[in-house]
């Protein structure tokens, strides 16, 4: 295959999975269809393009290829002309041109689809869980990761969730500004893991995937868009996602290693996204501490700080503290214990994490153990942090982040001896 042939797939692959999905949900009605014909018009195009070029819009080729792939399954399914007609000539015969993807579009094809899957009707987690499969690309163990749950489980939840959606009918639109606020939580959630994904992928080389953070922060401005005024937790999540995403360039050297925090080259930050996040921070707090602002409040001090010894870390306790107390979860936990170690040492917040690992929530996450390895470390006891660190390698599933590990359990090693 031609080198641009090959980029171009990959390219719109990785950047408009989920605007291709959403159009064909929209057309199909039904998800299955609209992932499984996706899968199948990218693998088409791996040939296609390889002869006949890339084509001037590859996502609505994409689109057009999967949909009449979805017309021949219908035929293969049944010859019955009642049951073509149930899917509409209004699509079945249109003829798809490149639509209008403007960046102002309000509200766009994915947005919807959130909106569709963060129905009342689905618990919680299925809702956020079914949104990141088929708005982000991610795979079934990528959102695991994301609840801590097993992907078998996490398999399960997501057939229920569809299934349910097909057998209540629930419509593919925007609510009405009335009924939005009982699904905003979960929208917000689901906005936010998929930034998450994008600012520290599940698997693979990249330290951060630049498509999925640009199309989270674009999906919560939107989102702030929809009220009036605009709610505290969404302000409170764009300031979020900004703060983070302006230290992306420093988070890794020239060969893609990760760089922690406390190393980074803060002349490197981007401080027209920070300078744009304080004020949205600011108005999210006075509406009151939710969990988002809570988080971008701690960001923002990070942000603030010039020199990492500057950070203002006994704030950051306190803001912890009442994340805990407002949304309690192991992880809200475990980043409360690595900012006690900076107020009060590594004796203290080692017990806090050994108190975390004996409930077991954490066992297969590996921060959990790269945290408890740097604790130790930081204590003298390098045969511990050794087992530590060998438990988080073995764990993690992006390259960057494994090297680093490798760097610190060899760093372990010789100070062992």
């Not at 035929?75 to 009642?82: I, V, Y």
């Not at 079914?130 to 939840?157: C, H, K, N, S």
């Not at 050297?253 to 080259?265: F, K, M, R, S």
């Not at 390698?393 to 100070?415: G, K, M, V, Y």
Request: hydrophobic letters at 45%; aromatic letters at 6%; a negative charge.
């Amino acid at each position: 295959m031609a080198p641009d042939a090959a980029e171009a797939v990959d390219i719109v692959y990785r950047s408009d999975w989920g605007r291709i999905v959403a159009a064909l949900i929209r057309l199909l009605g039904d998800f299955d269809l609209a992932e499984e014909t996706a899968q199948e018009a990218f693998a088409a195009a791996v040939d296609h393009w390889r002869s006949a070029g890339v084509p001037e819009f590859p996502r609505a080729w994409i689109i057009q290829t999967a949909r009449h792939k979805a017309i021949d399954r219908i035929r293969r399914r049944t010859r019955s002309e009642e049951m073509l007609g149930s899917y509409g000539q209004s699509w079945f015969n249109r003829t798809f041109e490149e639509p209008d993807y403007d960046s102002s579009e309000i509200p766009d094809d994915r947005l919807r689809l959130i909106f569709t899957c963060c129905h009342p009707a689905l618990a919680l987690e299925a809702q956020v869980a079914l949104t990141l499969r088929t708005l982000g690309g991610l795979e079934t163990d990528e959102i695991a990761r994301a609840f801590l749950v097993p992907p078998a489980t996490m398999a399960q939840r997501l057939v229920r969730a569809k299934r349910k959606i097909r057998d209540a009918g629930i419509p593919y639109v925007v609510p009405d500004t009335s009924d939005m606020p009982s699904r905003l939580d979960a929208v917000l959630t689901v906005i936010y893991l998929v930034f998450n994904e994008g600012y520290a992928p599940t698997r693979g080389a990249p330290l951060v995937r630049t498509d999925l953070s640009a199309e989270a922060i674009r999906l919560g401005r939107l989102v702030r868009t929809l009220l009036t005024p605009p709610p505290s937790e969404a302000t409170a999540l764009v300031a979020l996602m900004l703060l983070h995403d302006s230290r992306r360039e420093a988070r890794a050297d020239q060969a893609g290693n990760l760089i922690v925090l406390e190393e980074q080259d803060r002349t490197r930050w981007n401080q027209q996204q920070i300078a744009e996040a304080l004020p949205l921070v600011e108005a999210a707090l006075r509406g009151g501490p939710g969990p988002f602002a809570l988080q971008a409040a701690i960001a923002a001090l990070h942000c603030q700080a010039a020199r990492a010894e500057e950070t203002d870390w006994p704030q950051i306790v306190r803001l912890y503290d009442v994340l805990e107390r407002v949304q309690p979860s192991p992880i809200v936990s475990l980043n409360r214990a690595v900012a006690i170690a900076m107020v009060e040492g590594a004796d203290p917040a080692l017990a806090l994490v050994d108190a975390l690992g004996a409930r077991g929530d954490l066992d297969g996450y590996h921060l959990f153990h790269a945290t408890r390895a740097d604790l130790l470390r930081r204590l003298g006891r390098m045969a511990d942090a050794a087992g530590s660190y060998a438990r988080a390698i073995a764990l993690a599933t992006n390259d960057s982040e494994r090297r680093f590990l490798e760097r610190r359990l060899s760093e372990a090693q010789a100070r062992g001896l």
